[in-house]
């Protein structure tokens, strides 16, 4: 059989892995003059490649089934399993996986030889213009191919080639796809303090969505002039639509009672210093400023003076810091795609069209998206291997 992977990406190369080792005969087209470009930005130049934790649960798509089907059995163990196949060992850092040289180039290198061992052909630098079916089978590049597998990406770091060009493919062959938005990226927020820019801190973060906090996470957040950033923000990103506030809380360590407590306590020894330097062991003092803006309080005024209401005005605006989001960084800053080709026109086991006999979809192509930590990358060995397979059949 006969196979076209248009994209050598990781969803593209784990696809020419499992197609060829089924007996496939396999070309790969990539526009970049290498295969497995993206691949060495990942982790910090180490890969985060999969996570000990893998589940549906930990992506964002519009049909959550698909993914509880295509992910059954393809878990942690999956991705150390193939990679151990091509001589990448795994080691885990708090649930993230990475090879053991910590190395990206050395899974982009892995891949890539066994390509070559299999027979598979990579041809760099060849950005196709263009694929069709023709009498049950494909043209791509004047050639024809018996099967096809899309995983061209989709629309974060251009630069590395992902411009959206799959996405018109898929409509081509009469896909739906779902709009993109760029994900795990930075949020633009309304009105953005200057006086915070460059500041980082440990809060608890909340997507308040209709009045109704839909996801919470914790971490390191970063203050810059045009918004919020960190991996907490970056998580919470891909339920941006158009309407959403984040919810800060600076002192996650503190329910609101001890808190209040614990600073009327203090306020009894230190009274005289204003909030920023009273709080100073506790929070940035731009961040103090901030927080007593907006309980209506004068940052100046010192602290023991605030009437037991005004103290826990302060620390409600201290646990509830809220941020009105009116954008998302570009794709350029995105690390994925939210949105992409409808998966209910996909079959889950095997990412063949249901449209198309023998056309396929692997990796970012498709309406799936992982939060950080190696989760989308194990979905494109997932889809790819799948992809791949089922098209040599």
Request: charged share 20%.
């Amino acid at each position: 059989m006969k196979t076209a992977v248009i994209g050598g990406g990781a969803a593209g190369l784990a696809s020419a892995v499992f197609a060829a080792r089924a007996g496939g005969a396999v070309t790969v087209f990539e526009g970049n003059d290498r295969v497995g470009r993206k691949l060495l930005s990942t982790g910090n130049g180490r890969c985060n490649l999969s996570n000990a934790d893998i589940s549906p649960a930990r992506y964002t798509t519009a049909c959550p089934s698909f993914l509880e089907a295509a992910l059954k059995g393809r878990g942690f163990d999956f991705a150390r399993e193939f990679f151990a196949s091509v001589g990448v060992p795994l080691t885990v850092e708090e649930g993230r996986a990475y090879p053991r040289s910590m190395r990206a180039s050395a899974v982009a290198d892995a891949l890539r030889f066994e390509c070559l061992r299999l027979g598979a052909e990579l041809r760099t630098g060849v950005r196709v213009s263009g694929a069709e079916a023709v009498k049950g089978r494909f043209m791509v590049e004047g050639e024809m191919f018996d099967r096809l597998i899309l995983a061209c990406g989709g629309m974060a770091a251009p630069a590395l080639g992902s411009d959206g060009f799959g996405f018109r493919l898929a409509k081509a062959f009469g896909h739906r796809v779902l709009e993109p938005y760029p994900a795990l990226v930075q949020l633009r927020v309304l009105g953005p303090d200057k006086s915070l820019k460059g500041i980082r801190a440990a809060a608890r973060a909340a997507a308040v969505v209709g009045g109704r906090r839909v996801r919470v996470e914790e971490g390191e957040v970063q203050f810059t002039d045009y918004g919020l950033s960190g991996v907490p923000i970056m998580q919470l990103s891909p339920l941006f639509r158009g309407e959403m506030e984040v919810a800060l809380d600076l002192l996650p360590e503190w329910d609101f009672t001890s808190l209040t407590e614990e600073l009327s306590a203090l306020a009894e020894r230190l009274g005289e210093l204003p909030p920023g330097d009273f709080l100073g062991g506790y929070l940035h003092k731009n961040l103090t400023r901030r927080a007593c803006l907006n309980a209506g309080l004068e940052p100046s005024r010192p602290v023991g003076s605030l009437t037991l209401r005004e103290l826990k005005s302060l620390v409600g605006a201290i646990k509830n810091m809220s941020f009105k989001i009116v954008g998302t960084n570009s794709w350029p800053q995105a690390q994925t795609t939210r949105g992409g080709v409808d998966l209910r026109e996909i079959e889950p086991k095997t990412m063949e069209s249901r449209l198309v006999r023998g056309l396929y979809f692997a990796g970012e192509i498709t309406d799936v998206c992982g939060e950080c930590g190696g989760y989308n990358l194990h979905w494109a060995w997932v889809s790819g291997a799948a992809a791949g397979a089922a098209s040599a059949r």
